[in-house]
């Protein structure tokens, strides 16, 4: 049974940082880029980061994010710093497999990110 189980979520200041985590079981954890995605209330899912050949951010965490993997322990991490109110959202953990005729996508269930003074 696949399982995307994502953790570290919260209440922060603004300034603040948190570290997520997503726990991956049921699949070739290796074999899949990873991503972190996240919905704020009112606005579309948006990629966030994510990591499979090459790392890649949205403008507007650069500098502030960073996505690791650790294929030893099947997590991926999302380290936030000097958070904004703006990051306020759902975050949620994506793993996708390209083939050449499909993909193969699992997400997670979420965690609650709030940014507030």
């Known amino acids: 049974q696949v399982q995307l189980v994502e953790s570290g979520g919260g209440l922060v200041q603004p300034g603040g940082s948190l570290r997520l985590s997503c726990a991956a079981s049921?699949?070739?954890?290796?074999?899949?880029?990873m991503s972190w995605y996240r919905q704020a209330p009112g606005k579309e899912r948006e990629l966030v980061a994510s990591?499979?050949?090459?790392?890649k951010y949205v403008d507007s965490v650069k500098g502030r994010f960073t996505i690791s993997r650790d294929n030893a322990k099947n997590t991926v991490y999302l380290q936030m710093n000097s958070l904004k109110l703006e990051d306020t959202a759902v975050y949620y953990c994506y793993a996708e497999r390209l083939f050449s005729v499909r993909a193969i996508v699992y997400w997670g269930q979420g965690t609650q990110v709030t940014v507030s003074s």
């Open positions: 990591v499979g050949g090459s790392t």
């Open positions: 049921g699949f070739t954890f290796s074999s899949y880029a």
